[in-house]
């Protein structure tokens, strides 16, 4: 069972984010939960879900020790970098980073400089989009083609097929950038 | 499979599905997105979407198209519930059947938003005043909140009863893959007012009271014999039965499995009908299960509300000198590593028994 947890400010995708890879673990076979944070969560705020995901059923969709983590901005690392279970991975968007980072040695940090890789494929607010690019690599529970065609079948649902282009070369831009 | 639906807008449609004529309700979170959904579905559809002035109006207007013999949903919060209570009191006294979703959030007055199990109690005996019981349909995941749902109206019709799905803030949040029923054909009971003027007008003075409280009596014995709904793992064997509805429950139908896996002679008992309590459950640990050490709830609320009705039923069937201990967590989804840390303190006597 995966777990992942996607962190950021309101405004940042993240809830997308792990509604998207969620879409693409359904589209792989996966069973899958999305849970969002609840409460003090308000745009401006800090917001983040819980994506779970595997063969059997998922049986606890609540956060507990993820084994990837997105940290989207400085609060949101600080936030959830003591949650990753050892071993795992911190995959943290370098460029709303303000910090040195690297607070544990028992996990891997990953930087991504996903808002600057976004607006070079000129998709300035697909930055969510590179990461997930960047997760599909890091994590290999899904090729590059699942994750491509998992993205494009949720967003063509949602009646947002006009953005393909942009979202496949956002999410090309961050699977090369791991 | 189906795609990631909220738990919310999966429920809202199944009702839809069953058919429901009029939703009226008033907006609280977490159970907004019902009415956010249903506000523009009903009217596609070409029926009744009313956002009305209160949760009282709501629940009056709930009770006016019962009255027609038709369905029709309402839902909110604990809070909201708690103002709709004068108007289901009238209907289960009116014999008027309807379906209430309870998205629950933690608390007592407004509360908070966190996902709890705190209006147990409540839901549980009634609600409002009176001596009458709704049914109380507790799903654990997005695909049960929809089958459920979708039944509920039956049940309602069958029993001429208020039934209430009692979801919380977690399952109504999150998003999960679901399939939904067909649609069923907009139905009227027979006996719903159609503007002819066929009911005799009561007399409220020269009514036989004992007679008429026989005929709620045997609606609820009914209703309690027929319609407990529960699932089972490892009670065969388990020295300890865990016992968690809901949320809890789809946590524990997972960690039970785990820690069987890791050698611990557990089982869980989730009911899916709290009112009525499957003690039928009970039972059939008593026949099956001679080496049972105790019961253990896991709820998310203060202190534990369902302990109450464990430790009642397994003194009604001859396990009233086991212990039976609560694990609140108060709100929220419990963490597996807590509650199995939480276990080996029951174990290890660190937690005493509630009762």
Redesign the interface.
């Known amino acids: 069972m995966r777990e992942l947890v996607f962190a950021g400010f309101g405004g940042q995708g993240v809830l997308t984010a792990g509604l998207v890879v969620s879409q693409i673990a359904l589209y792989k076979g996966f069973n899958a939960t999305w849970m969002p944070a609840y409460g003090a969560a308000m745009r401006g705020g800090t917001a983040n879900c819980t994506v779970k995901y595997g063969d059997g059923p998922v049986y606890n969709p609540g956060q507990q020790k993820p084994d990837l983590v997105l940290a989207m901005n400085t609060p949101s690392y600080k936030k959830f970098v003591n949650l990753v279970r050892p071993g795992g991975i911190i995959l943290v968007n370098a460029d709303m980073m303000t910090e040195e980072g690297n607070a544990r040695s028992d996990i891997q940090e990953i930087k991504v400089h996903c808002n600057q890789l976004a607006d070079q494929v000129k998709n300035p607010k697909g930055a969510n989009i590179v990461m997930i690019g960047a997760i599909t690599k890091i994590l290999g529970d899904f090729t590059h083609d699942e994750g491509v065609e998992g993205m494009n079948d949720m967003f063509r649902k949602k009646g947002k097929s006009k953005f393909e282009a942009l979202n496949v070369a956002a999410f090309q831009a961050g699977y090369e950038a791991v | 499979?189906g795609?990631?639906v909220k738990g919310n807008i999966a429920v809202a449609e199944a009702a839809v599905r069953a058919g429901i004529i009029v939703y009226a309700g008033y907006p609280i979170t977490?159970s907004t997105e019902v009415m956010e959904y249903l506000s523009t579905r009903m009217e596609d559809l070409g029926r009744e979407f009313i956002q009305a002035e209160s949760e009282l109006a709501a629940i009056n207007m709930v009770m006016g198209v019962s009255a027609c013999g038709k369905r029709v949903l309402t839902a909110s919060s604990g809070p909201g519930i708690s103002l709709k209570q004068e108007g289901i009191s009238y209907m289960a006294q009116m014999e008027y059947p309807a379906v209430i979703l309870n998205v629950v959030r933690w608390g007592n007055g407004l509360g908070?938003?966190?996902?709890s199990q705190t209006d147990y109690h409540r839901e549980t005996r009634g609600g409002g005043n009176g001596d009458y019981r709704n049914i109380i349909l507790c799903p654990s995941t997005v695909q049960e909140s929809v089958d459920l749902m979708y039944e509920a109206f039956d049940i309602a019709e069958k029993y001429r009863c208020i039934v209430e799905v009692m979801t919380d803030?977690?399952l109504g949040?999150?998003?999960?893959?679901c399939e939904y029923p067909e649609f069923r054909e907009l139905t009227k009971c027979d006996w719903g007012l159609d503007g002819t003027y066929k009911v005799k007008r009561g007399d409220f003075l020269g009514r036989n009271i004992p007679g008429e409280s026989e005929t709620y009596m045997k609606k609820v014995r009914a209703m309690r014999e027929n319609e407990q709904r529960w699932e089972m793992y490892g009670e065969e064997d388990a020295e300890y039965i865990f016992v968690a509805y809901g949320m809890p429950g789809?946590?524990m139908?997972?960690?039970v499995?785990t820690m069987r896996q890791q050698g611990e002679k557990v089982g869980i008992l989730r009911p899916i009908t709290v009112w009525p309590f499957p003690e039928k459950a009970f039972e059939e640990m008593k026949e099956k299960n001679p080496n049972l050490k105790g019961f253990i709830t896991v709820e998310t609320n203060g202190e534990g509300q369902m302990v109450d009705d464990v430790a009642l039923y397994a003194k009604k069937y001859g396990m009233g000198t086991l212990p039976v201990y609560a694990l609140p967590y108060v709100c929220?989804?419990?963490?597996?590593?807590v509650v199995a840390a939480d276990f080996a303190k029951v174990k290890a006597g660190e937690i005493k028994e509630v009762y």
């Open positions: 499979m795609d990631m977490p908070s938003l966190d996902g803030s977690g949040q999150m998003m999960e893959p789809r946590v139908s997972g960690l499995r929220g989804v419990p963490k597996d590593d």
